[in-house]
């Protein structure tokens, strides 16, 4: 009976203690960067967030694939030249006419400046379309079944945009060394690379981003899956696109990391996780576990989203997202910045 007792009482501390670690590590948010914060808008556009998630709703109601096209805008902004929202802007040639670009929905886009007009009509031009970018992005996750966090707010929009900056984000085609380099330069560790990529949970891929594992057929890749892609895609040009993730490929959940330990990954970069051995504990660990999944993507998506970003008066206040505002006296600037500044308080 003793002995009993002793294990009761032995496992109930476990418990506390795992739940109050768990907590701990929950609450915890990353360090912010100067400039912005999680109440930026609380006084001047306090229905900033409601808008956007009321409009993103409406939204996916009729298109559910806007979801991941929102989260790849966000990623493939912060990730070049940080998150200043100039992969919204128009060039030729631009930075979205790049390759690593492709296949970014003109929808999504629209929806981001969509929002826009909705927020500048309720609130005035204080909120930028990099804030927005964030904000849609951190719901296309919520609204598709994953977690719902806190964002830090007051990033500016920046004036101009990078075509060769696009050569920095991460490739589809790249083995893991090659991708933990590329997200250690912009200071992500391991576990923060197996996170993010569970971005791919959702979402559809173009031919020419997997082809080179059909031809030669990858051994690493299930057999039934490559049957699949071989009959979808004939060749690496052709316009169709595949699911990223075959279990639940609208729904952002860990099934993702299941796919993998089945070697039912479609990108090499993603397959690639399981054969590393300083990733593949990793995407077992999010496999069996989807809350620490959500804990470690939402702590590296946070910090993402505050890459290199323009607060302060730097920048500006996009009057529409795909371009830079007209220029303006200095004097008018000056003003502008000080009435934007004066209305936080």
Request: charged share 20%; net charge neutral.
């Given at each position: 009976?003793?002995?009993?007792?002793?294990?009761s009482?032995?496992f109930?501390?476990?418990?506390?203690f795992a739940?109050?670690?768990f907590?701990?590590s929950e609450?915890?948010?990353?360090?912010?960067?100067?400039?912005?914060?999680?109440?930026?808008?609380?006084?001047?556009?306090?229905?900033?967030?409601?808008?956007?998630?009321?409009?993103?709703?409406?939204?996916?109601?009729?298109?559910?694939?806007?979801?991941?096209?929102?989260?790849?805008?966000?990623?493939?902004?912060?990730?070049?030249?940080?998150?200043?929202?100039s992969?919204?802007?128009?060039?030729r040639?631009?930075?979205?006419?790049?390759?690593?670009n492709?296949?970014?929905?003109?929808?999504a886009?629209?929806?981001?400046?969509?929002?826009?007009?909705?927020?500048?009509?309720?609130?005035?031009?204080?909120?930028?379309?990099?804030?927005?970018?964030?904000?849609?992005?951190?719901d296309?996750?919520?609204?598709?079944?994953?977690?719902?966090?806190?964002?830090?707010?007051?990033?500016?929009?920046?004036?101009?945009?990078?075509?060769?900056?696009?050569?920095?984000?991460?490739?589809?085609?790249?083995?893991t060394?090659?991708?933990?380099?590329?997200?250690?330069?912009?200071?992500f560790?391991?576990?923060?690379?197996?996170?993010?990529?569970?971005?791919?949970?959702?979402?559809?891929?173009?031919?020419?981003?997997?082809?080179?594992?059909l031809?030669?057929?990858?051994?690493n890749m299930?057999?039934?899956?490559?049957?699949?892609?071989?009959a979808?895609?004939?060749?690496?040009?052709?316009?169709?696109?595949?699911?990223?993730?075959?279990?639940?490929?609208?729904?952002?959940?860990?099934?993702?990391?299941?796919?993998?330990m089945?070697?039912?990954?479609?990108?090499?970069s993603?397959?690639?996780?399981?054969?590393?051995?300083?990733?593949?504990?990793?995407v077992?660990?999010?496999?069996?576990?989807?809350?620490?999944?959500?804990?470690?993507?939402?702590?590296?998506?946070?910090?993402?989203?505050?890459?290199?970003?323009?607060?302060?008066?730097?920048?500006?206040?996009?009057?529409?997202?795909?371009?830079?505002?007209?220029?303006?006296?200095?004097?008018?600037?000056?003003?502008?910045?000080?009435?934007?500044?004066?209305?936080?308080?």
């Amino acid at each position: 009976m003793a002995t009993s007792s002793f294990y009761s009482s032995l496992f109930i501390s476990f418990i506390l203690f795992a739940s109050s670690h768990f907590h701990a590590s929950e609450a915890a948010k990353p360090p912010l960067v100067d400039g912005l914060s999680y109440s930026f808008y609380s006084k001047t556009c306090p229905k900033l967030e409601t808008i956007v998630r009321n409009q993103l709703q409406k939204v996916f109601k009729n298109d559910n694939g806007q979801a991941p096209a929102l989260l790849r805008i966000f990623f493939h902004d912060c990730f070049v030249q940080g998150c200043d929202g100039s992969v919204l802007l128009d060039g030729r040639p631009g930075e979205r006419d790049q390759p690593a670009n492709g296949g970014i929905r003109p929808e999504a886009l629209q929806t981001i400046d969509d929002i826009r007009s909705l927020v500048h009509k309720e609130c005035g031009r204080i909120v930028s379309c990099s804030d927005i970018t964030v904000l849609a992005a951190r719901d296309a996750v919520f609204l598709s079944g994953g977690p719902d966090y806190a964002v830090p707010l007051g990033r500016r929009d920046g004036v101009t945009f990078s075509t060769a900056g696009t050569n920095n984000l991460p490739a589809p085609f790249n083995t893991t060394s090659v991708t933990l380099k590329t997200f250690a330069a912009k200071n992500f560790d391991t576990t923060d690379v197996v996170a993010l990529s569970g971005a791919h949970t959702f979402g559809r891929a173009h031919c020419g981003t997997f082809f080179n594992r059909l031809s030669p057929l990858d051994p690493n890749m299930d057999k039934t899956l490559a049957r699949k892609l071989q009959a979808t895609c004939p060749n690496a040009n052709s316009g169709n696109t595949a699911n990223l993730d075959i279990r639940t490929p609208t729904v952002f959940d860990n099934k993702y990391y299941l796919d993998l330990m089945n070697r039912q990954g479609v990108f090499t970069s993603d397959q690639d996780l399981l054969t590393d051995k300083r990733t593949r504990g990793l995407v077992n660990d999010f496999a069996l576990n989807q809350p620490l999944f959500f804990e470690k993507f939402v702590d590296a998506v946070v910090r993402l989203s505050q890459l290199d970003v323009l607060t302060g008066n730097q920048g500006e206040i996009r009057a529409k997202c795909n371009v830079v505002n007209p220029k303006k006296s200095l004097f008018t600037s000056a003003v502008e910045d000080v009435a934007q500044f004066v209305a936080q308080f």
